[in-house]
């Protein structure tokens, strides 16, 4: 028996979850939920550990807490701050963490932070408390979010690293980085692991540095004179982070980055990309002579909703780009991206303006 299975859970076990599930009142997605309960019933079947029972048990709580906080704000786009605890208020790096936040906010967008000290106060002091999501960590020598956080009460507090690490990342459509420590280092890498093994839906992800400092620059040295030439990664895997010391910079490739392309689903093989506006003809056919080598067959095309798309009804109003993309090409999307959001036919560009 394959491990995670629940085919050792007798019928009339599945059978009773599935009425307890109906007599909850639940209406929607019964599966996952039944999926959910019949997992801790093979937990306790599988006579597991108390300690795998307890972080189980803690991690799921924790979830749930974190979904219910972010639930309310499901429509507004988020970025994620990561930056040092440690970092002093009168820090031109503190600075910067706030300008940022407020530059965004003025935009509608919300920040998420660790809900600590450092940057993370002062992302949510440039942002205020009303466009402020906090998911802090219980740590002995930092128990309590900051008073930003903690005036808005839009905060939930995690006792795991994981836990909390998906929540910082799940509802964010960008993320800054502001130079920190282990911690901060661990987020940046994170993120950029995800992206290069498409892990993660493409995001805008920026290296922000104080006035002529020199932290992120010293990171893209290590890049160019040790990763590359030992081949480990690709010589563009870095391509699709910005690395900036300007505030209205950092703001503008976060919010650029949406200003065409708008979310992306696969369907079987082939990869939706769904847009703002329609690309004309003859801008398809220069995607096509620049980004074939992408593809695993065909061409970039134009095309309606497709079937799936349609009986989830999700996004159908959008134009569509529909590519068989190569797998193995998955972390050059944002090159893809880029492009599309450059198109004349994109809001704010030539044909728009017009």
């Avoid at 028996?1 to 859970?9: D, F, K, L």
């Avoid at 349609?310 to 959008?318: A, G, N, P, S």
């Amino acid at each position: 028996m394959a491990p995670g299975s629940t085919a050792s859970i007798p019928p009339e076990v599945t059978d009773a979850l599935r009425t307890v599930i109906a007599e909850a009142g639940i209406t929607h997605d019964q599966d996952l939920i039944a999926r959910i309960l019949a997992t801790g019933v093979g937990l306790g079947l599988d006579d597991s550990d108390r300690l795998d029972l307890k972080i189980t048990s803690a991690a799921l709580t924790e979830m749930r807490a974190a979904f219910q906080l972010f639930a309310p704000f499901r429509g507004v786009p988020k970025v994620t701050v990561f930056g040092s605890a440690r970092t002093k208020p009168e820090s031109m790096l503190y600075r910067q963490a706030s300008g940022v936040a407020q530059a965004l906010a003025e935009r509608g967008w919300m920040v998420v932070t660790g809900a600590g000290p450092g940057i993370m106060q002062a992302a949510a002091e440039g942002a205020g408390p009303e466009r402020s999501l906090g998911v802090s960590i219980r740590l002995p020598f930092e128990e309590k979010p900051n008073a930003v956080i903690a005036a808005s009460a839009n905060n939930v507090a995690m006792k795991y690293f994981f836990t909390r690490k998906l929540m910082l990342v799940k509802e964010s459509h960008g993320f800054v980085c502001v130079p920190g420590g282990f911690g901060t280092l661990d987020e940046m890498f994170e993120l950029l692991t995800l992206q290069q093994t498409g892990k993660a839906e493409p995001v805008p992800i920026v290296l922000l540095d104080e006035p002529g400092g020199t932290f992120w620059a010293g990171l893209q040295h290590y890049i160019d004179e040790h990763l590359i030439p030992a081949g480990v990664i690709s010589p563009d895997d870095f391509d699709r982070v910005l690395v900036t010391d300007s505030v209205d910079a950092a703001a503008e490739a976060i919010t650029g980055f949406w200003r065409n392309y708008d979310s992306l689903r696969w369907v079987g093989s082939h990869l939706v990309l769904r847009l703002r506006a329609e690309p004309t003809d003859d801008e398809v056919d220069d995607l096509n002579e620049r980004f074939g080598g992408l593809l695993r067959a065909g061409r970039i095309e134009k095309r309606d909703a497709m079937r799936p798309e349609r009986e989830d009804d999700d996004k159908v109003d959008l134009p569509r780009l529909v590519l068989d993309l190569d797998q193995f090409q998955v972390g050059d999307l944002y090159r893809l991206i880029g492009a599309i959001n450059a198109l004349g036919s994109a809001p704010g560009g030539r044909a728009h303006a017009k």
